[in-house]
């Protein structure tokens, strides 16, 4: 069990800079570019989501699980 908060410092930061929560979980990545919650896979179409990835932002070698 993780018992660390995150730090009063830290998230004063993060407002400062504007770092907002996820509202859904993000459950899905391509390289380290693209977050997919599994709503939006659900509810968004496939020409859309195609439409919307840059595979130029992805770069060879970038995490991966496997």
């Avoid at 009063?8 to 509202?23: I, L, T």
């Amino acid at each position: 069990m993780n018992t660390k908060t995150i730090s009063k410092e830290k998230q004063e930061w993060m407002k400062e800079v504007g770092v907002k929560e996820f509202k859904r979980p993000m459950k899905y990545y391509l390289g380290s570019n693209w977050l997919f919650s599994e709503d939006y896979l659900k509810e968004t179409p496939l020409e859309e989501i195609k439409a919307k990835v840059n595979f130029n932002l992805i770069e060879p070698g970038e995490p991966d699980e496997n």
